[in-house]
């Protein structure tokens, strides 16, 4: 049984066709690149996925369950976190704060133990400070030692990536959906992303799917390589194989005149 499966999954926008019956399976432990031109539908696969959107036709399951129609918190529930394509942080919270938020979920006590802060109440919270730090933890002193207090607003557009990914993991997510993980980063952090998100894998026992543009990441950290373009999915395998597909080399730079 694959961990994420899509079947025959259909999303329109009005007259716009954003998605046209993709059929997707991601196994445990895999690492997944999903790759296609600006406007293919990415991002609105993984707005379906996460429940932000629903699908039009088409099922949608993890773990066996079929998920198409929870709520986005029902499916981070459920072991499925995002990070975005813009960056989504609370600025004014520290690092550390900003990675306390996704477990509040988890506290499963009454207000009254927050009001009157029993021995319950700061046994879970300081569970959850442990958790925050393990999670910070993998990105080294990027985001540790001074930096752990620190609004995010003041740090580096790498380390508020790093801040969001730490945020995805916290949530206790089984599945990451990590949506152009290197943008706006200099070749040698998109170098270090690429080490951590193959190290999310090996070390961190999570199944990674990303949407990337990045070609020398997604041929360097790839088991598999989906391409959409235009809503459809038009190739799938092997980086190598997938990069000489004609119809990959035409959705990329055009059909040839003859």
Same mark, same amino acid.
């Given at each position: #049984?694959?961990?994420?499966?899509?079947?025959?999954?259909?999303?329109?926008? %009005? %007259?716009?066709?954003?998605?046209? %019956?993709?059929?997707?399976?991601?196994?445990?432990?895999?690492?997944?690149?999903?790759?296609?031109?600006?406007?293919?539908?990415?991002?609105?696969?993984?707005?379906?996925?996460?429940?932000?959107?629903?699908?039009?036709?088409?099922?949608?399951?993890?773990?066996?369950?079929?998920?198409?129609?929870?709520?986005?918190?029902?499916?981070?529930?459920?072991?499925?976190?995002?990070?975005?394509?813009?960056?989504?942080?609370?600025?004014?919270?520290?690092?550390?704060?900003?990675?306390?938020?996704?477990? +509040? +979920? &988890?506290?499963?006590?009454?207000?009254? +133990?927050?009001?009157?802060?029993?021995?319950?109440?700061?046994?879970?919270?300081?569970?959850?400070?442990?958790?925050?730090?393990?999670?910070?933890?993998?990105?080294?002193?990027?985001?540790?030692?001074?930096?752990?207090?620190?609004?995010?607003?003041?740090?580096?557009?790498?380390? &508020?990536?790093?801040?969001? #990914?730490?945020?995805? #993991?916290?949530?206790?997510?089984?599945?990451?959906?990590?949506?152009?993980?290197?943008?706006?980063?200099?070749?040698?952090?998109?170098?270090?992303?690429?080490?951590?998100?193959? &190290?999310? &894998?090996?070390?961190?026992?999570?199944?990674?799917?990303?949407?990337? +543009?990045? #070609?020398?990441?997604?041929?360097?950290?790839?088991?598999?390589?989906?391409?959409?373009?235009?809503?459809?999915?038009?190739?799938? %395998?092997?980086?190598?194989?997938?990069?000489?597909?004609?119809?990959?080399?035409?959705?990329?730079?055009?059909?040839?005149?003859?």
């Amino acid at each position: #049984m694959a961990l994420l499966e899509l079947r025959n999954v259909y999303k329109a926008f %009005g %007259g716009l066709q954003a998605i046209n %019956g993709v059929n997707l399976k991601v196994e445990e432990g895999e690492i997944v690149s999903i790759i296609g031109p600006n406007g293919a539908g990415k991002s609105t696969l993984f707005n379906l996925i996460t429940g932000v959107y629903r699908p039009d036709r088409g099922e949608i399951y993890f773990q066996g369950r079929r998920i198409d129609g929870l709520r986005p918190d029902q499916v981070c529930r459920l072991g499925i976190a995002r990070t975005f394509q813009n960056l989504r942080l609370f600025n004014n919270l520290t690092v550390l704060e900003n990675v306390l938020i996704p477990q +509040h +979920h &988890r506290l499963g006590l009454h207000w009254i +133990h927050a009001v009157l802060r029993t021995p319950a109440y700061r046994r879970r919270e300081e569970e959850m400070r442990a958790t925050a730090l393990e999670k910070l933890a993998f990105f080294g002193p990027r985001l540790m030692t001074f930096r752990l207090h620190q609004p995010v607003r003041v740090l580096s557009y790498a380390n &508020r990536r790093r801040t969001e #990914m730490a945020r995805a #993991m916290a949530t206790g997510a089984k599945l990451l959906l990590l949506d152009e993980p290197s943008a706006g980063m200099n070749p040698r952090e998109t170098q270090e992303i690429t080490q951590i998100i193959r &190290r999310f &894998r090996d070390e961190g026992g999570y199944t990674v799917v990303l949407v990337e +543009h990045k #070609m020398n990441l997604v041929g360097e950290i790839s088991d598999r390589v989906v391409v959409l373009d235009y809503g459809e999915k038009i190739a799938e %395998g092997d980086y190598r194989e997938v990069i000489q597909n004609p119809r990959v080399i035409e959705a990329y730079l055009g059909r040839k005149e003859g």
